[in-house]
């Protein structure tokens, strides 16, 4: 089974958007099919259709660029396939999950950091650290961390998540600009004390 899985390594793009479902993957597996199909009807079933240069100059352009993709799936093939990176993120999650839960926001940030530095496009662990990021105050960091997750591919099917987190920090934020207006004015109608 895992030596068959090397075979999608030989068609460029198809290792990204097979194992690890990426769409932008796919423009390299088109270009690839176009590519391999132009040279070989113009090699082999229409000769005269193109020069004999053109056709040696395809190969000899696009073998080397072919294999450089080959390599480059090859070292992704292993960690696209590999389960154990992505079961101690998941036990590390429902800690953090469960240290936000009890308001131990510290310890819950120091385990989310950890699970990002081994996943950093993962979307629950991104959406819940910007939920701590809102629950500790630090609102502009929440927003920049929800502004980047919208880029991520792997984030497009949170975004009714993403936009419900958006809309509790813009809910936080007026909230706080509505209080601190009331703290001045009550500042201002207390006599001085000397």
Known sequence: MIGKSYLT???PGLTELWWCGRLSALPYALAFTLILNL???????????????????????GFPIWLLF????????????????????????????????????????????????????????????????????RLDAANLLLREMRRLEVAESWWLEIEAEQ????????????????????GADKPDAA
């Open 9 to 11: 390594c030989f068609w």
């Open 39 to 61: 040279y070989l009807i113009s090699r082999f079933i229409y000769p005269m259709w193109l020069p004999p240069s053109v056709t040696g100059v395809i190969f000899w352009i």
């Open 70 to 137: 080959i390599i480059r799936d090859l070292k992704i093939l292993p960690e696209a396939m590999s389960p154990s990176l992505e079961s101690q993120p998941a036990d590390q999650f429902q800690s953090a999950l469960s240290h936000t839960l009890k308001k131990e926001y510290p310890e819950a940030e120091g385990l989310l950091t950890d699970m990002l530095a081994i996943a950093p496009k993962d979307p629950p662990a991104l959406l819940l650290l910007a939920s701590l990021y809102r629950k500790t105050s």
């Open 167 to 186: 809309q509790r920090i813009k809910d936080q934020m007026s909230r706080e600009q509505d209080t601190v207006p009331d703290s001045k004015e009550r």
